[in-house]
RNA sequence: GGCGGGGUAGCUCAGCUAGGUAGAGCACCCGGCUGUUAACCGGGCGGCCGUGGGUUCGAGUCCCACCCCCGCCGCCA
């Protein structure tokens, strides 16, 4: 661990006997003077501790620039660790010297502060002990899922965020000025990742997508991280388990090294038991029906049909077959029964509903062809995506995970905003 | 795209029902305090009441228009 500028990081130093001598570098958390005597706690990246300041060890010169550092100021620290029941935590610092490296003056964030102003200074706000957390968390989710498909046997493949034509519909893409011709931001992988298996048979990437929808909710996000993967020769039942295996393992991951962040967020999670139900999506539309909610067979599950669903189960639940017409043209029809296709939402618990979306896709070129143009799409702006139905094509499916989403289910977070350090919403681009 | 909530001090909000001198807490500044734990005590600074128009002797408050923010639905990961 590199230690620049200091000897030991904050939780390194609370673990030190009393007499030890330190040098901590770090930001003013808290501050607290008295007539004669300043508290200051020391935050740096790994916690916190209290240091004490007194004119009889630090003379008079360094007490003045420590009673006129602002909050947040960054300093180093030379001192002795003293154990004292006093402190928080018990141990503290008795400084003999103080050094201000950058003032801070009038720090901007304080308690109570409210949720756009928050945002507004996200860029400050990304210090506080709740963000920390949650950055750290998020860190581990990314971790965790990369660690899964490497060690499953998947290749990681990057595809372009500038691209020609649309995945899906075209209403949710954003347009970009490219040498003067129209190009737009990628809304999802999944068809370079299409191209890809035929090389690497499993791969995946984890990567930004982008979708212009007017969604202004607790959900979405119009830049987002998306965590796509795509198998050769899998049909629905191998997009399951393998969704199964990621998103378990995510959650333990988290749920084990990150206990102390998820304490700080005050989330008790308990990772879910595997295998995840799964259920037909005409066996959810029963439920739906059962609990009150408004709902036909052939319509989409409305948010509240997700939600009285998932609450039936306390872990994530896998929703198969949905009708063909709900879903985009490129899904398998299910071959005993044309009008469902074999795709897959898994839907996280507590009311946060769908974090994956997937399922088998379409090997056949001529049908391809014809659920292209049945949703009345041009044919022409798939010419390479029909390419590879043409050449050696295998059955094959694949999904794409919600980062923000999953690490907001994982970590209790009432906004997909606060899963993300900078989040771009429908009226947010700075900071 | 549809429905609902909101905009007053740097921050969080009260005041609007019933029009009559612009308020509180926090922050900041000054003073006090050598063991604070979101320190405390005393004093001080701080306002285009979102913007524009209207009604009125008088508008933060009533009326009209517009702007911005937030949530829910639709759509999605």
């Known amino acids: 661990m590199f230690r620049f500028s200091k000897t030991h990081y904050a939780s390194e130093a609370l673990g030190l006997g009393e007499g030890s001598r330190v040098r901590l570098a770090g930001w003013i958390f808290r501050k607290r003077e008295l007539g004669g005597v300043i508290f200051i706690v020391l935050r740096d990246s790994t916690g916190s501790i209290?240091?004490?300041?007194?004119?009889?060890?630090?003379?008079?010169?360094?007490?003045?620039?420590?009673?006129?550092?602002?909050?947040?100021?960054?300093?180093?620290?030379?001192?002795?660790?003293?154990k004292d029941?006093?402190?928080?935590?018990?141990?503290?610092?008795?400084?003999?010297?103080?050094?201000?490296?950058?003032?801070?003056?009038?720090?901007?964030?304080?308690?109570?502060?409210?949720?756009?102003?928050?945002?507004?200074?996200?860029?400050?706000?990304?210090?506080?002990?709740?963000?920390?957390?949650?950055?750290?968390?998020?860190?581990?989710?990314?971790?965790?899922?990369?660690?899964?498909?490497?060690?499953?046997?998947?290749?990681?493949?990057?595809?372009?965020?500038?691209?020609?034509?649309?995945?899906?519909g075209g209403a949710t893409l954003f347009e970009i000025n490219y040498f003067g011709k129209k190009a737009y931001l990628t809304q999802s992988s999944q068809f370079y990742?299409?191209?890809?298996?035929?090389?690497?048979?499993?791969?995946?990437?984890?990567q930004p997508s982008f979708r212009a929808?007017?969604?202004?909710?607790?959900?979405?996000?119009?830049?987002?991280?998306?965590?796509?993967?795509e198998m050769a020769w899998a049909d629905l039942n191998g997009v399951m388990e393998v969704v199964e295996g990621l998103v378990g393992h995510m959650a333990s991951a988290v749920a084990e090294r990150g206990a102390e962040e998820l304490e700080i967020l005050g989330r008790r999670f308990d990772p879910p038991d595997t295998p995840f139900p799964r259920i037909s999506y005409d066996e959810a539309v029963d439920i739906a029906k059962r609990k009150g909610v408004d709902i036909e067979w052939g319509d989409?599950?409305?948010?509240?049909?997700?939600?009285?669903?998932?609450?039936?189960?306390?872990?994530?639940?896998?929703?198969?077959?949905?009708?063909?017409?709900?879903k985009a043209f490129y899904h398998m029809p299910d071959p005993s029964r044309p009008e469902v296709v074999l795709c897959v939402d898994l839907l996280a618990p507590e009311g946060i509903g769908e974090i994956v979306g997937g399922g088998q896709r379409i090997h056949d070129y001529d049908l391809l062809v014809q659920r292209i143009r049945e949703e009345g799409l041009n044919v022409e702006d798939y010419?390479?995506?029909?390419?590879?139905?043409?050449?050696?094509?295998?059955?094959?499916?694949?999904?794409g995970l919600g980062l923000e989403r999953t690490v907001r289910w994982i970590a209790g977070l009432p906004h997909i905003r606060a899963a993300v350090p900078f989040p771009r919403t429908i009226t947010r681009v700075t900071p």
């Open 300 to 326: 989409d599950l409305s948010t509240e049909a997700e939600r009285a669903v998932s609450l039936e189960f306390d872990s994530p639940v896998f929703v198969h077959r949905y009708p063909k017409s709900a």
């Open 383 to 399: 010419k390479w995506y029909l390419d590879l139905r043409k050449y050696g094509s295998v059955p094959h499916g694949g999904f």
């Open 50 to 82: 209290q240091v004490v300041v007194r004119e009889p060890e630090i003379g008079p010169s360094q007490l003045r620039s420590a009673r006129e550092a602002g909050l947040e100021s960054s300093i180093i620290v030379e001192g002795v660790i003293r």
């Open 213 to 229: 929808e007017k969604s202004r909710t607790r959900r979405h996000l119009t830049e987002f991280w998306h965590v796509e993967a």
């Open 193 to 206: 990742l299409e191209a890809a298996i035929f090389s690497l048979e499993n791969v995946y990437t984890i």
């Open 85 to 168: 029941p006093r402190a928080p935590g018990g141990t503290e610092v008795l400084a003999n010297s103080l050094e201000v490296v950058g003032e801070s003056d009038n720090y901007p964030i304080r308690k109570g502060a409210g949720e756009e102003f928050l945002l507004d200074n996200r860029h400050l706000h990304l210090r506080s002990r709740s963000m920390w957390a949650i950055l750290r968390i998020r860190a581990e989710a990314l971790r965790a899922a990369r660690e899964w498909f490497d060690s499953n046997g998947f290749t990681s493949v990057e595809a372009p965020s500038i691209v020609g034509a649309a995945v899906e």
